[in-house]
């Protein structure tokens, strides 16, 4: 027997999950000579976000390896968790919000100390072997975080020499 309910009160078998499990999103292209990079959205791994680079061979490689996120939390909406420099690349993982430098054929490694910091929206200024990237800093605690401009060395060993400070 046919049953007619009144419009938008059936329970239908089309969910909103449903609807984006397999659905990969794409954000920060970015170009590295003649190679392409962008980031993906993984649903199916637990909204894992992946650097892919596209090369001449045209084909795609997925370059951050299981147990990396690159992703950033500044902000608290992210955004700019990644840039490239002459096939290295800089992000930021989502479990620790540290800035990781992954070399071509290596592994990622850490170039920010652990600690209460985010990094994100990065630039490489390749003349002083340096990167500039927006830090929020949340080691005062509280629930204000002070946002800064500051210079990285593109190897590590610091949180960062400020450019800029104050301004939210």
Known sequence: MKIIKPYGSWKSPVTSDLSVA??????DIALDGDDVYWIESRPTEGGRYVIVRLGQ??????????????RTTVHEYGGGASIVD???????????QRLYRQAPGESPQPITPSG???YADGVVDRSRDRIYCVREDLTAGGRD????????????????????SGNT
């Open 57 to 70: 061979d045209a084909k795609a490689a997925e370059l951050t390896p299981q147990g990396f996120n690159a």
């Open 116 to 118: 209460k910091m985010r």
């Open 22 to 27: 397999g659905t990969i999103s794409l954000a």
């Open 86 to 96: 002459r096939g290295a690349i800089y992000f930021s993982n989502f479990a620790d």
């Open 145 to 164: 975080a002070v946002y800064t401009l500051v210079s990285l060395n593109q190897l590590g060993g610091h949180a960062g020499v400020v450019m800029a």
